[in-house]
Structures are given as structure tokens and as C-alpha cells.
T-cell receptor
Framework: DAKTTQPNSMESNEEEPVHLPCNHSTISGTDYIHWYRQLPSQGPEYVIHGLTSNVNNRMASLAIAEDRKSSTLILHRATLRDAAVYYCIRGRGKLTFGQGTILTVHP | EPEVTQTPSHQVTQMGQEVILRCVPISNHLYFYWYRQILGQKVEFLVSFYNNEISEKSEIFDDQFSVERPDGSNFTLKIRSTKLEDSAMYFC??????????????FGNGTRLTVT
């Protein structure tokens, strides 16, 4: 049980921002929020993670709600290479993957 | 950038045969994992390994499965007697020692196991 809820799919246009939502209403105080993505025929790839504060890295930004019951992964300018399944995972130690969100990026 | 490497990329075996899937984790990492993904399904946790012993395993990881770190660089998954339902992509992953709970998992690109 991944204990997060994500939309099954989302679509975006190239070079536009993408906001991928995730609900984790039962998150505990010590659980991190992790985002991974899986491109076709590849293994999962780390994107970003955070605990309480918003986080930025070269790939994306992570906005965490004040009550930590939801978060949003932000891709600032989607490219065709960003088309993938995006997984929002909460926890510590081992990661439990859910179904994720299939992101389609249109040229 | 260092990466996790897995060999072979594709393994075909007959039902009942033993297979060994090999992984070379990132060199300074000390926590190792195996996951699998049946075609069209979720990525599923199999086992985690630290300090030369299993730290956690899932229900999938039954007596047919074993893991080993035979030397300082390789991490292997053995399936003793393969079944048709073992057909899947098997992913190895590793993470470094520091900040255990917030260090990223680094995954390999997987071994596709086909059991006929």
C-alpha cells in the first residue's frame, strides 16, 4: 500500500510548466516525501524529496503543503524527455511504489 | 556520474532453472535493494540488504530467492527454481550510508527475465 493518491494521467505541452499533485493525508511526522520517475524501458530515477520545506533542484521543485497532507511536483518547463510515469512516495527507508501519474508531453 | 549497472540486460531461462541476476552498485553505497516490475504493473519491493545481511524482505521474497554480496562490488539475486510468474524486470538499487532516510535510491536499468 503506497498510501499516496495521484491522478492516473496528465498531459502538458512542451515548454509549459507542469504541476503534478499528490495526496498523502496519512503521512507521519517523520515520513519524507519522495518523487521518482520512470522513463520507458528504464529503471526509476530520483527526482526530488523533502520533509517540510519546499525544495528545488536542477530537475524540479517540490511544494509541500503546510499540513504535509499533500504536495506538488513542479516541472518548470516540460520537455519531451519528461514524458514518464511519476511516482510520489512517502516514507523512510525502503520505497513503496504506487501506480504513479503517466505524464504525456505534447510537442 | 556514477551509476548502478545490471547484467545481463535480458535473460531467458526455462521453468525450473536457476538464474542469477547481477548488479554493481555505486561504489561508496552500503544499502542495496532489489525490486521487480511485472509487465504493466507496479514496481514492487523484494528485499533490502545492509552489512551483509537482509534488513527487510517482502512476501514475494520467498525461499526460492536469495541475495548475496560475494565480493566488494557485486550484489546478486538468485532465483533457485524459476516459475513462469517470475518473468519481470528486476531492478537493483543502492543508496549511500549518510542520511539513510533522505538519501536517494539509485536504480539500475534492470534485467528483463523471461521464463519459458
Amino acid at each position: 500500500d503506497a498510501k499516496t493518491t495521484q491522478p492516473n494521467s496528465m498531459e502538458s505541452n512542451e515548454e509549459e510548466p507542469v504541476h503534478l499533485p499528490c495526496n498523502h493525508s496519512t503521512i507521519s511526522g517523520t515520513d519524507y516525501i519522495h518523487w521518482y520517475r520512470q522513463l520507458p524501458s528504464q529503471g526509476p530515477e530520483y527526482v526530488i524529496h523533502g520533509l517540510t520545506s519546499n525544495v528545488n533542484n536542477r530537475m524540479a521543485s517540490l511544494a509541500i503543503a503546510e499540513d504535509r497532507k499533500s504536495s506538488t511536483l513542479i516541472l518548470h518547463r516540460a520537455t519531451l524527455r519528461d514524458a514518464a510515469v511519476y511516482y510520489c512516495i512517502r516514507g523512510r527507508g525502503k520505497l513503496t511504489f504506487g501506480q504513479g501519474t503517466i505524464l504525456t508531453v505534447h510537442p | 556520474e556514477p551509476e548502478v549497472t545490471q547484467t545481463p540486460s535480458h535473460q531467458v531461462t526455462q521453468m525450473g532453472q536457476e538464474v542469477i541476476l547481477r548488479c554493481v552498485p555505486i561504489s561508496n553505497h552500503l544499502y542495496f535493494y532489489w525490486y521487480r516490475q511485472i509487465l504493466g504493473q507496479k514496481v514492487e519491493f523484494l528485499v533490502s540488504f545492509y552489512n551483509n545481511e537482509i534488513s527487510e524482505k517482502s512476501e514475494i521474497f520467498d525461499d526460492q530467492f536469495s541475495v548475496e554480496r560475494p565480493d566488494g562490488s557485486n550484489f546478486t539475486l538468485k532465483i533457485r527454481s524459476t516459475k513462469l510468474e517470475d518473468s519481470a524486470m528486476y531492478f537493483c538499487a543502492s543508496r549511500n550510508r549518510g542520511q539513510l532516510y533522505n538519501s536517494p535510491l539509485h536504480f539500475g536499468n534492470g534485467t528483463r527475465l523471461t521464463v519459458t
